[in-house]
């Protein structure tokens, strides 16, 4: 069972039964004007920073975000290998 974790501009409804319909759990906190706030996981939310400042740091190889690389193997090659370099940080 996966989870689905988005910030709060993917709160539609329909978004949510598309998720659930498919197996996953939202992880989707509401938004200020829905009537009946939806419930969510918030450890699991809060983890969505982690991955955010991942890609913060990774777009500072310019190699990375500019895509030199032209073939899926080569771009993907690459990319673990900036994974490893901000891992040794």
């Known amino acids: 069972m996966g989870a689905v974790v988005a910030d709060k501009g993917y709160d539609a409804d329909a978004f949510v039964a598309t998720v659930n ?5 939202a992880v989707i906190p509401s938004r200020k004007h829905r009537s009946q706030p939806r ?4 450890h699991v939310y809060k983890e969505r920073h982690l991955i955010e400042c991942f890609f913060g740091k990774i777009k ?5 975000f ?5 073939t899926a193997r080569n771009y993907m090659g690459f990319l673990r290998f900036v994974a490893a370099l901000v891992w040794l940080r």
Request: charged letters at 45%.
């Open 39 to 42: 419930d969510y996981d918030r």
């Open 60 to 64: 500072h190889y310019r190699r990375i």
């Open 21 to 25: 319909s498919r197996g996953a759990t």
């Open 66 to 70: 500019s895509r030199f690389e032209k």
